[in-house]
């Protein structure tokens, strides 16, 4: 890890903890060469998952797309950052449960739908609106019926 004063790649780590539920490890490391401490953060990475789209196409798995999807429905939504990364680690952690070397993007979407309904309700009907292609405000009107049902 290079130091970000004067970009010497050799560092001692002082200390690591886990965090994000255990996903994810904080190492607090000091420049051998500087003296400048920094903190670093490893975490787990989906790799060789493809994801197959609705016409077909295979397409590797990219969480920052997935990051990008997210934070649409959630512009303007009142959340911390701390729990916004732990909803992509939930998802994530749905995504490797489910899938083998492939999940298709109606499977991937449904997780979503899934934890973004428990996280927020509006950026849910937000994102639902679009991914399942809502016709009219009666579609639209119907889905918000069920969410108020299940909240009673």
Known sequence: MNCPVCN??????????L??????IRRRRECQK????FSTLEE???????VIKRDGRRESYNRDKLIRGLRIPLEKRP??????????????????KKAGPEITSKQLGEIVIKR??????V????YASVYRSFKDVK?????LNRLIKKKK
């Open 79 to 96: 959340y911390l950052e701390e729990d916004f990364q732990g909803l992509v680690r939930q998802i994530e952690r749905d995504i490797q």
């Open 139 to 143: 579609t639209f009107q119907k889905e």
């Open 116 to 121: 973004l309904k428990a996280f927020d309700e």
């Open 34 to 37: 500087c003296n400048f401490r």
């Open 19 to 24: 965090s994000g539920e255990g996903f994810s």
């Open 8 to 17: 010497s790649n050799n560092s001692k780590v002082l200390d690591s903890r």
């Open 44 to 50: 787990t990475e989906i790799l060789d998952l493809v």
């Open 123 to 126: 950026a849910y009907i937000r």
